[in-house]
């Protein structure tokens, strides 16, 4: 049994952050993707919900937009879940528990 606050066996600390991250970025721009393919559609049909496929200028700006965003995302899930990982003896005393 694991003792509260410790880690499962495989990868620990910083690797670990990093790993999430290799998976979190493309899974995140994948489904951002697909997103604004229906929000595309639905801006040039009024309405109908589907996908369209924009024009290759429209495009690079979607994918751009995408990537920026995911890497936003990525980066700050990899800062908070570090944060979250030192526990509050690690943060100071505010977060401690009082005896």
């Known amino acids: 049994r694991l003792h509260e606050g410790a880690r499962p066996p495989g990868l620990q600390g910083r690797r670990a952050g990093m790993a999430n991250q290799a998976i979190v970025f493309p899974v995140t721009c994948v489904f951002f993707f697909l997103e604004a393919l229906v929000h595309y559609h639905i801006g040039k ?3 109908a919900i589907g996908l369209s496929w924009p024009p ?3 495009l690079v700006k979607i994918v751009v937009s995408i990537v920026i965003c995911s890497g936003l995302s990525s980066g ?7 944060f979250l ?15």
């Open 76 to 82: 700050a899930t990899t800062l908070i879940e570090g």
């Open 85 to 99: 990982d030192k526990g509050p003896k690690a943060r100071g005393k505010a977060g401690a528990k009082k005896d």
């Open 45 to 47: 049909t009024g309405g």
């Open 56 to 58: 290759p200028d429209e």
